[in-house]
Nanobody, 130 residues
């Protein structure tokens, strides 16, 4: 069965850290550009961080720079998002999405609509609150 499964979300205090995981089954993540997207209540979907399979580039939204880090673990067919120094405005559902075929750089990957993605998961909730 082809699927992406996110995990690692939860309730964390401001200043805390979480590591989100995006695990793939039924296909090889290494061949796909991967993006982490956030859907906050009342806000549009936002590309938080992406990594390209074409050129290896990474991209971070301004809100994530210096605090979030995206990485691949190819042997585990998993992509991670390490989130440090979390803020209340980081709260939302985080989705992992995968795309192959358009040879996108990471910044472009983070800007495209979900309708161009090949796969996405059901999301994991991150709640940053004291």
């Amino acid at each position: 069965q082809v699927q992406l499964v996110e995990s690692g979300g939860g309730l964390v205090q401001p200043g805390g850290s979480l590591r989100l995981s995006c695990a793939a089954s039924g296909f090889t993540l290494d061949f796909y550009s991967i993006g982490w997207f956030r859907q906050a209540p009342g806000k549009e979907r936002e590309g938080v961080s992406c990594i390209s399979s074409s050129d290896g580039s990474t991209y971070y939204a301004d809100s994530a720079k210096g605090r979030f880090f995206i990485s691949r673990a190819n042997t585990k067919n998993t992509v991670y998002l390490q989130m440090n120094s979390l803020k209340p405005e980081d709260t939302g559902v985080y989705y992992c999405e995968a795309e192959r075929g358009r040879h996108l750089q990471a910044q472009a990957m983070c800007a495209i609509s979900r309708r161009y993605m090949d796969y996405w998961g059901k999301g994991t909730l991150v709640n940053v609150s004291s």
